[in-house]
């Protein structure tokens, strides 16, 4: 018999767990706190489990998140996470089964688009996400960095403090939400995220050790910024080799992100700062007086986006010309496709059905792609992803949709 598949309650919070930990190839222990925590922040009418002979076998949820768009307007997203199936019921279509259910929901529902982050990169295009940010990890030796060595405080005139998880929890929500609409591919934190994310709660198989906040003032003593990091300690033959490795670091101007850089780049005994996930193309490099300073440690797609509403998706950001392109957009699973005329102008845009012959043929996940700027029609086209059905249409696309800065999504859900 095929397992069943259904939302689970508050007693099958345990097992659940245990298999999610199992399929992340985690120990399988869940304490106490951790089903307290999942309890208070999971909606249970969103939490997936097959269920073989009684027993856990696969996990998924999915949770409510807002988006930044092209343009700084949010979108209703249906989150994607916690995806897991046991290796001994793997490519028996559970995961598929269980998307199926939620993307339908989600459809239903009103989401614009389906958010996740995906573990390997071959297992969702067949569900209609495509990668729509890409992320760049750097490792800075800060003996290259060339800056001022005797750096004392922000140039710009604004200051730096230490902050309490306290005072984190207090003000960073607002921070953020100043932040997150100013980067298209960001996405909202809610009051659970902030709690774990200071240490107020702790799951199995979080880091442990102690996180460190430093917060940018600027001179008129808004809070322009805040830097989360943890050190680890080397020495060598009585010389510092000593590691900060920054978790998060957000910043609403550049000169609070230049500041909060200078600081964690001169601190005493810090031979080595890790970025953490920074946009591809960061200012970071170039604060320092020798970008090679920073050497990429990681690169790869980061944020994939399944649009569910076409017209809602395209009508939410903006663009920077006046042009009209009509989109065949294919979905197997039936949620998004359909023939849309995007008549676009910075000056306000519409994307409606229509009749239209066809400009550009294209998947759903590629138009997931597509959507944030981040990836380029015409080097789609190439690689044989898209079809330009009218000469030109390709760089009407390229003009429309690409942005001058990429989109980023600084969070792991
Ligand atoms: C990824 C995972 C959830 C897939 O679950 P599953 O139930 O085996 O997936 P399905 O059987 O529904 O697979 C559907 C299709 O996707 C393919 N597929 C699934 N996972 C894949 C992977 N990791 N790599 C390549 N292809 C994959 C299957 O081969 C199948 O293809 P087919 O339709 O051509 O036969 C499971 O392998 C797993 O738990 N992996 C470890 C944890 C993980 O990576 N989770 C994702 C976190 S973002």
């Not at 996400?129 to 729509?132: H, I, L, W, Y």
């Given at each position: 018999m095929s397992p069943e598949i259904r939302t689970i309650g508050d007693d099958d919070l345990r097992d659940w767990i245990a298999a999610l930990a199992t399929g992340f190839l985690r120990p399988a222990e869940a304490s106490d706190e951790d089903i307290a925590f999942r309890k208070a922040d999971y909606d249970p009418e969103r939490t997936w489990g097959a269920y073989d002979g009684g027993r856990c076998v696969a996990t998924f949820r999915s949770f409510a998140q807002e988006l930044t768009v092209v343009g700084g307007a949010v979108v209703p997203a249906d989150a994607v996470s916690a995806v897991t199936v046991l290796p001994t019921h793997r490519r028996r279509g559970l995961l598929s089964r269980i998307m199926a259910n939620d993307l339908r929901a989600a459809k239903e529902r009103g989401d614009v688009v389906a958010s996740l982050i995906a573990?390997?990169?071959?297992?969702y295009g067949r569900f209609g996400?495509?990668?729509?940010s890409w992320t760049t990890s750097w490792r800075i030796d800060t003996a290259r960095a060339?800056?001022?060595?005797?750096?004392?405080?922000?140039e710009s005139g604004g200051r730096i403090d230490l902050a309490t998880p306290e005072e984190v929890r207090e003000f960073g929500p607002g921070l953020h939400d100043r932040f997150r609409v100013q980067v298209p591919g960001a996405v909202s934190r809610n009051h659970w995220w902030w709690q774990r994310d200071t240490g107020a709660v702790r799951l199995s198989g979080d880091a442990a050790g102690e996180r460190h906040h430093a917060v940018y003032r600027s001179?008129?003593?808004?809070?322009?910024g805040l830097a989360s990091y943890s050190y680890e300690a080397r020495w060598e033959a009585k010389r510092p080799e000593n590691t900060a490795h920054v978790h998060r670091l957000i910043a609403t101007s550049p000169a609070a992100e230049r500041a909060l850089w200078q600081y964690l780049c001169s601190?005493?005994?810090?031979?080595h700062v890790t970025t953490g996930y920074?946009?591809?193309?960061?200012l970071l490099p170039d604060f320092?007086?020798?970008?090679?300073a920073a050497a990429v440690d990681e690169h790869s797609d980061y944020l994939w986006l399944r649009p569910l509403d076409v017209p809602r998706l395209l009508e939410a950001r903006t663009y920077p010309v006046a042009a009209t392109l009509v989109l065949e957009v294919e979905d197997r699973a039936g949620l998004a496709g359909g023939r849309f005329l995007l008549d676009a102008s910075p000056a306000g845009t519409s994307c409606t059905p229509t009749t239209?012959?066809?400009e550009l043929t294209l998947d759903v996940s590629e138009l997931g792609a597509l959507c944030l700027g981040d990836a380029a029609a015409g080097r789609l086209a190439a690689l044989g992803r898209i079809q330009e059905e009218r000469p030109g249409a390709l760089a009407t696309a390229d003009a429309l949709l690409r942005t001058a800065r990429r989109p980023w999504c600084p969070d792991l859900f």
């Open positions: 573990a390997e990169y071959p297992i996400f495509g990668p729509a060339a800056l001022d060595p005797r750096h004392a405080a922000p001179p008129t003593g808004e809070i322009e601190i005493d005994w810090v031979r920074r946009a591809p193309d960061d320092l007086g020798d970008p090679r239209r012959s066809a």
